[in-house]
């Protein structure tokens, strides 16, 4: 099993980033797949999850009505589309499966920065 993830970047508050996880290893389509994210000196949280069909997902309260997960089982690939990012959203982001253990990704910066 392996998740990629990528798209992370600095950007402005308000601004916008697109994060994609490509994964390989397994028959993605039959998996919820989900993002967490870790602050410097925090513990890693729960961002957002989408069913393997891509048609229920769930978002913690903090990104609800900002962030948006997708995924395209044609390309084994789930994205987060992160929309009116404020200072509180940097961290690395993760991509993260249960695949008959936790899998996790190498994850991927994103500050936000004036």
């Known amino acids: 099993v392996q998740l990629v993830e990528s798209g992370g970047g600095l950007v402005q508050p308000g601004g916008s980033l697109r994060l994609s996880c490509s994964a390989s290893?397994?028959?993605?389509?039959?998996?919820?797949m989900r993002w967490y994210r870790q602050a410097p000196g925090e513990e890693r949280e729960f961002v957002a999850l989408?069913?393997?069909?891509?048609?229920?997902?769930q978002y913690a309260d903090s990104v609800k009505g900002r962030f948006t997960i997708s995924r395209d089982n044609a390309k084994n690939t789930v994205y987060l589309q992160m929309n009116s990012l404020t200072f509180d959203d940097t961290a690395v982001y993760y991509c993260?499966?249960?695949?008959?253990?936790?899998?996790w990704g190498q994850g991927t910066q994103v500050t936000v920065s004036s």
């Open positions: 993260y499966a249960w695949v008959t253990r936790a899998q």
């Open positions: 290893g397994f028959t993605f389509s039959r998996y919820d």
């Open positions: 989408i069913n393997s069909a891509g048609d229920s997902t």
